[in-house]
């Protein structure tokens, strides 16, 4: 079954270090996303990317956050310069042409020391 | 704006009792409405989803929700819960297909034996 993956499982990086999430979706799909869980809280959208651009981002996904689609496969989320409450999961998505429903990966925890 | 209220963050079980977890949204459009599950240390899995049409919504693993609009509801039920339905459940809305979901805060289901 077709599945979307996520790499690291678990990254651990130093205060104001960049780090690259990296997201490979479903192929064929062509909406994706990134979401997150800081511990004990709800899961929140960053943001939506839907033919090469974003489509949409939430008021957590500041200048500090980017997104690329650098070939046909990857999906990935950079953060300039960690913070401490950058701390969280992070989940990737993506959805079909029809897009009813999302499909998540594994996670990625990524620790900000 | 869209938001999502699970009303019990944990829920005890006795294995083969039945199960409920309760969710609520508010919208000013329709939504769709999703029921995704977390099994410890893994992603996020779709349940089940209301599009349109019947308002009894039957998922995977034994799994069923009503949507009810007047009430604003979309209530998870099972008859008889094993000690695999040991998970954390996240209900969640979006405005339409493509759209962000917005998630509930979770409800983590402990199934004793």
């Known amino acids: 079954e077709p599945e979307v993956t996520q790499t690291p499982s678990h990254q651990v990086t130093q205060m104001g270090q960049e780090v690259i999430l990296r997201c490979v979706p479903i192929s064929n799909h062509l909406y994706f996303y990134w979401y997150r869980q800081i511990l004990g809280q709800k899961v929140e959208f960053l943001v939506s990317f839907y033919n090469n651009e974003i489509s949409e981002k939430s008021e957590i996904f500041d200048d500090q956050f980017s997104v690329e689609r650098p070939d046909g496969s990857n999906f990935t989320l950079k953060i300039r310069s960690t913070k401490l409450e950058d701390s969280a999961m992070y989940f990737c998505?993506?959805?079909?042409?029809?897009?009813?429903?999302?499909?998540f990966g594994q996670g990625t925890r990524l620790t900000v020391v | 704006a869209q938001s999502v209220t699970q009303l019990d963050s944990q829920v005890p079980v006795f294995e083969e009792a039945p199960v409920e977890l309760r969710c609520n949204y508010s919208s000013s459009v329709s939504v769709y409405l999703f029921w995704y599950v977390q099994y410890p240390n893994q992603g996020l899995q779709l349940l089940l989803k209301y599009l349109s049409g019947s308002t009894l919504v039957k998922g995977i693993n034994g799994f069923e929700a009503e949507f009810n609009k007047s009430q604003t509801s979309f209530h998870l039920r099972k008859p008889s819960v094993h000690i695999s339905d040991t998970a954390e459940y996240f209900c969640?809305?979006?405005?339409?297909?493509?759209?962000?979901?917005?998630f509930g805060g979770g409800t983590r289901v402990l199934v004793k034996p």
């Open positions: 998505a993506s959805g079909g042409r029809e897009n009813t429903e999302a499909f």
């Open positions: 969640a809305v979006s405005k339409a297909a493509g759209n962000k979901l917005t």
